[in-house]
């Protein structure tokens, strides 16, 4: 017989962690979280710089691959994703950024009251765990979020200096009150190992009687009976299984899964539904749609001053680092790569900053094709310049290619496919023209590695991000939320238009795009979600 919970939370990720926590903490309600991978207690996912070992690692990500992409000249982009405990927290790049005010206040009025910046900047107050540079504990959150502008690598003075140049704001916070400018990225560190969702959230509901955790779990149909979700079917140690809802079904898994699950369950465009066998029980084209990422290219340069190259390109070198690391919890192996950035105006008719910034003391420029090798970079002193659009406009879709739920689904980025797209890109490479010529660049730089951005017209510019360009990962949007069913999936309170007992609550139900990193909204939107469901469930 199926076992019941109040609540059933499809995926461990960074939402549905939150979730099992904020759901279970005052002990009334039970909770089952499937999670299709494995454990995340492993050496490269708790130490900060593994993530770059992990990057390709089949027994922890998904490994996705999009379809071919017309505006990257039919390139397939490499789409990284958490299938561990934790989610893409356990294999992110750690950098925590909550995203700039107007960001929200969009998601407000395209039609969804109580998530403007005023409603959700206390959510991210609340569960914040401020830690400063001297490793003083400044807010009691769960979530550490750790200022390590002490520890970054020295050549960070010259992107401060080169932006001073430009007459850029600095901050010290970008999730402060002035986030705009250039600084040092705060990251998801606690005594020196990565602080996940995992870490953060599903370890402490854990330790109460009526949370369960099931891995290697994959969920494979939302059980429907009379426009209500009474169910989840997954499959596990090569048995089919069933639990039941009492309350509700959560889905968390995800941008990329979650509209696959959905599709799977009969929920989604019914032509496409048809055409794989599936029953049609709600016939909603929006699943799968309205598929949002950030674009940014890099430029690689040798530099004329020590790099991470240089710590970490000998023998010696990594064992001192490791060492460090392991005596102490300090040093290169404790931080992110993603060092220093910030958001920016491309130019002086930006209503807003436009672009992402990085800067990261190091290049892999001679590493091999599917491989991500942090600590093993380029044997010579160089650095790495970056820029993303923040607000593309350009729209995609995913969408299930079979009615196996083990077969990965479709991914049409459909990318740079907007007028305003190819503006921003051109805007944003200016940008970067004005960075690199400035003299504290200048003097860090011994040569470009890459096409260098000095001398390129428009055209140029357009030609080499199309050529170029990757994804960050940070797919949103394909549930999103809104008031119309015919172009939304759930509405404001995160229900699904037209089933009972159903929601949606991760990245997938972003009305738009974040300015920058997507893992503290997607945690703030699963904070105000478990409020939501739980004043629900009090009716």
Request: proline share 7%.
């Amino acid at each position: 017989m199926a076992e019941s919970f109040d609540f059933i939370v499809i995926g461990a990720g960074s939402a549905g962690c939150v979730l099992a926590d904020r759901l279970s903490e005052d002990g009334r309600h039970s909770v089952l979280v499937l999670e299709a991978g494995g454990h995340d207690r492993r050496f490269w996912i708790k130490t900060p710089i593994g993530y770059g070992r992990i990057f390709f690692d089949g027994r922890v990500n998904w490994k996705y691959q999009a379809e071919p992409d017309r505006g990257l000249g039919d390139r397939r982009a490499y789409w990284p994703r958490g299938r561990v405990v934790g989610g893409s927290s356990s294999i992110n790049a750690l950098v925590y950024c909550r995203g700039l005010p107007h960001d929200f206040d969009d998601w407000r009025d395209e039609g969804n009251p109580g998530w403007g910046w005023a409603d959700v900047e206390p959510v991210f107050a609340g569960f914040e765990g401020r830690i400063d540079r001297a490793g003083r504990v400044r807010t009691p959150g769960p979530l550490a979020v750790a200022d390590v502008g002490d520890e970054v690598h020295p050549l960070k003075r010259h992107f401060l200096d080169a932006a001073r140049e430009l007459g850029l704001p600095e901050t010290d916070d970008f999730n402060g009150a002035s986030p705009e400018g250039v600084g040092v990225y705060a990251i998801t560190r606690r005594r020196g190992l990565r602080c996940s969702a995992a870490d953060a959230f599903l370890r402490p509901a854990l330790r109460r009687p009526g949370v369960r955790l099931e891995t290697q779990a994959l969920a494979t149909r939302i059980v429907l009976a009379g426009g209500r979700a009474e169910g989840v079917d997954y499959q596990q140690g090569g048995e089919v299984r069933r639990a039941q809802a009492r309350i509700a079904v959560i889905l968390s898994a995800g941008a990329i899964a979650s509209p696959q699950l959905l599709q799977l369950s009969g929920i989604g465009p019914g032509a496409l539904l048809q055409e794989h066998g599936i029953a049609v029980q709600v016939d909603r084209p929006a699943v799968g749609g309205h598929l949002q990422d950030h674009l940014a290219v890099t430029y690689r340069y040798r530099a004329t001053q020590p790099t991470l190259n240089d710590e970490l390109h000998s023998w010696w070198g990594k064992l001192g680092a490791g060492l460090r690391y392991v005596l102490t919890r300090r040093g290169t192996l404790s931080l992110s790569v993603n060092q220093c950035g910030g958001f920016v105006r491309a130019g002086p008719d930006s209503r807003a900053p436009d672009l992402q910034l990085y800067f990261n003391p190091v290049t892999y420029t001679t590493a091999p094709e599917g491989t991500r090798p942090l600590m093993n970079p380029d044997p010579f002193p160089g650095f790495i310049l970056s820029y993303q659009p923040c607000r593309p406009t350009s729209r995609g879709r995913i969408d299930i290619a079979s009615p196996d739920p083990r077969r990965p689904p479709q991914i049409r980025p459909n990318s740079l496919s907007t007028s305003k797209d190819f503006a921003d890109v051109v805007a944003g490479g200016r940008f970067m023209q004005a960075l690199v010529r400035t003299a504290a660049i200048r003097d860090l730089v011994a040569a470009p590695l890459t096409p260098t951005i000095e001398t390129m017209d428009d055209e140029a510019i357009l030609a080499d991000f199309r050529a170029r360009c990757g994804t960050v990962f940070h797919p949103v949007g394909t549930c999103r939320m809104g008031p119309d069913p015919a172009s939304a999936v759930v509405d404001a309170a995160l229900r699904v238009h037209g089933v009972e007992g159903l929601r949606v609550v991760d990245a997938s139900v972003f009305p738009s795009i974040t300015s920058g990193n997507t893992n503290a909204p997607t945690i703030m939107v699963a904070h105000k979600a478990a409020e939501l469901i739980r004043r629900d469930a009090r009716c």
